[in-house]
């Protein structure tokens, strides 16, 4: 691990001069070493680029096969073929439906639980949270075969309100953290005013509060909806008629199907169910900054 | 579990005088935590309760077993810590999360955040951005990309290929190094966030006066910057064992838990013998016995590091 180096310009200049020809000695030893962090980088690169451009270029290329090469011509074929109803677009609904609804519901329910925990003084309130940071780390997919019996016994299975209930709480202790954070960095001094002038602490949530803390339900809402839209396990215990599924399980149906001879379409499926994901990423990131300046709704 | 890099770190907003009134304090405090306990209790505490319950029952999946399951006490649990199977699952859960989490994960993740401090800047976006991009895939995708990457047509194999070495049958032959490097492969990006994260709050003076004191690279990085973020790390690697220890998905898609049982960990071996084999009992007393080691470790985590609740 010879590639640390964090030495600034501005340090070397305020090392005495005896240590200074020390500095210079090594100095030689670190152009190598930073030659060998970019290899090291180039090298990390590659590997975790290979498998991403193998579902780019196989997308584009009717005769793809699982092996990475650049197509010999390359055309939208795969992804007219696949745009049917039954092969895409319902199961994209349906993704739609599960996720949205999920984090609509998660959001929600959150943001009620979170005012509480982070606006009073309660006796429970620690060993609450302490329970939701629990179940925040605990393997809720080892879970789906008990899951999968509890919905028989409840008579939800292939439900998809039944899905999402399910999917909203287990998103839900990790929900209710995030937002309780962000409720934290709102000032509570604005409310405090409104209070004095009358207004119910509901009303100050849903006025104050909450315009205040935009950004940080965006971050929170697209959260568990990227988690909700990649989660592929639970709707595959719990959904089995294919009306109901979504694109993760559509897209592993499909596979099965017919893996071995259309990679292609396999390819541009996964393209088509993979970027939303990757926008509401970039999204997520542009919010995350913008919610550190919060703190700026008070003045003086 | 983006969190790390989001949680805002402004101050509280409490601490002031007033605050409303106690009057109605049920309505205020309590009623608005109710549609979250509800919602806790019947899907997260309801199937958790459930399934130490069914593990104690001899439910099947279909048949006059699935509606009518006997009790039938500890049977299951004497029978499944009886079964080679379960303790070679066992073996194959301990592999994967110290080599693609422990291991892997962690000690990638900390290369590239120690790499990039130093490499070029536009280098540094790329590198980033793909691991990143991995991470943020769903599942399934980056599944399917893995499981073309170590096919026998694969483009694993076309590499070796250029180097003389011949044709390996990775999913089957290896099928626990295909799901590890898989593994370490999605789940990078966040070790890397985090300790990117950490690094960046090291103060740079001490590493430098430590320079001035003449210890090398290696010495600095060892006595300094690693004590300086052991908090990072435990944290990191707490999470990134709870998060691979209920890995499905990849495996799943990867090799399906086989040849046989060969890559089958906790998670894949409790959904092979419920609807593979219809011993949804059996396969319950599996799925217990994973939240324990879940519960065990996130209790061992709260306990140790003291995760700031207020």
């Known amino acids: ?300 | 579990m983006v969190d790390v890099a989001l949680k805002p770190r402004a101050g509280r907003g409490r601490g002031t005088t007033t605050r409303p009134r106690a009057r109605r304090g049920f309505g205020r405090k309590v009623l608005p935590l109710v549609p979250a306990v509800a919602l806790l209790i019947v899907f997260l505490a309801g199937p958790i309760g459930y399934s130490l319950y069914g593990s104690l029952t001899n439910t099947a999946l279909t048949g006059y077993k699935a509606a009518n399951p006997d009790f039938i006490g500890f049977d299951n649990y004497t029978e499944l810590f009886a079964s080679p199977d379960f303790w070679k699952s066992v073996w194959l859960t301990v592999l994967f999360v110290g080599a693609s989490a422990v291991i892997g994960q962690n000690v990638l993740g900390m290369l590239l955040a120690l790499v990039s401090r130093s490499a070029a800047k536009p280098l540094r976006a790329v590198v980033g951005g793909l691991v990143v991009t991995a991470w943020v895939l769903p599942e399934i995708v980056a599944a399917f990309a893995l499981y073309a990457f170590f096919s026998t047509d694969g483009t694993l194999n076309a590499v070796l290929g250029w180097f003389g070495i011949d044709e390996t049958t990775w999913l089957i032959s290896f099928p626990m190094f295909a799901v590890i490097v898989a593994n370490i492969w999605r789940g990078t990006a966040f070790s890397m966030l985090v300790y990117n994260a950490a690094l960046a709050e090291v103060p740079p003076e001490i590493s430098e006066a430590a320079e001035i004191d003449g210890a090398g690279p290696v010495q600095r990085f060892f006595r300094i910057t690693l004590p300086m973020i052991r908090r990072s790390i435990s944290t990191n690697l707490m999470l990134t064992t709870l998060q691979t220890l209920g890995v499905f998905t990849l495996i799943w898609v990867m090799t399906g838990g086989g040849p046989g049982t060969n890559s089958s960990t906790l998670p894949v071996l409790a959904y092979q013998e419920a609807f593979k084999f219809s011993q949804v009992g059996y396969g319950t007393a599996i799925a217990t016995v994973t939240l324990a080691v879940g519960a065990i470790f996130s209790i061992v985590y709260i306990k140790a590091l003291k995760p700031e609740v207020d």
């Open chain 1, 1 to 300: 691990m010879s590639l640390v180096k964090n030495v600034t310009p501005a340090a070397e200049a305020v090392v005495a001069p005896t240590r200074r020809q020390r500095a210079a000695l090594a100095s030689p030893r670190r152009a190598p070493s930073r030659w060998i962090s970019t290899a090291a980088l180039v090298l990390i690169g590659v590997a975790f680029l290979v498998p991403l451009a193998w579902i780019l270029l196989s997308a584009f290329d009717p005769a793809a096969t699982v092996g990475i090469k650049i197509p010999e011509d390359a055309t939208f074929d795969n992804f007219s073929s696949v745009f049917t109803v039954d092969q895409t677009l319902r199961p994209l609904w349906n993704s739609t439906v599960i996720s949205l609804g999920t984090a609509v519901i998660t959001v929600a329910v959150s943001v009620l639980a979170a005012y509480p925990l982070s606006r009073y003084q309660m006796r429970f309130r620690r060993s609450f949270l302490y329970g939701i940071l629990f179940a925040t780390c605990l393997p809720i997919t080892a879970m789906m075969v008990p899951v999968y019996s509890l919905f028989v016994y409840l008579n939800l299975l292939d439900s998809v309100p039944g899905t999402i209930f399910f999917m909203a709480a287990t998103s839900l202790p990790m929900a209710i953290w995030m937002t309780k954070n962000f409720m934290d960095s709102v000032p509570i001094s604005l409310e405090e005013a409104a209070w004095v002038d009358g207004a119910s602490a509901m009303r100050a949530l849903v006025r104050i509060v909450l315009p205040l803390m935009r950004p940080g339900i965006a971050v929170v809402f697209i959260f568990v909806f990227t988690m909700a839209w990649g989660n592929f396990f639970v709707p595959f215990v719990l959904l089995y008629s294919p009306e109901h599924q979504p694109a993760a399980v559509a897209i592993f149906n499909f596979f099965g199907t017919y893996g071995s001879v259309a990679y292609g379409k396999l390819a541009a499926f996964s393209i088509l169910y993979a970027t939303p994901v990757l926008v509401l990423y970039l999204l997520v990131q542009k919010l995350s900054g913008g919610s550190f300046a919060m703190a700026g709704a008070v003045k003086g």
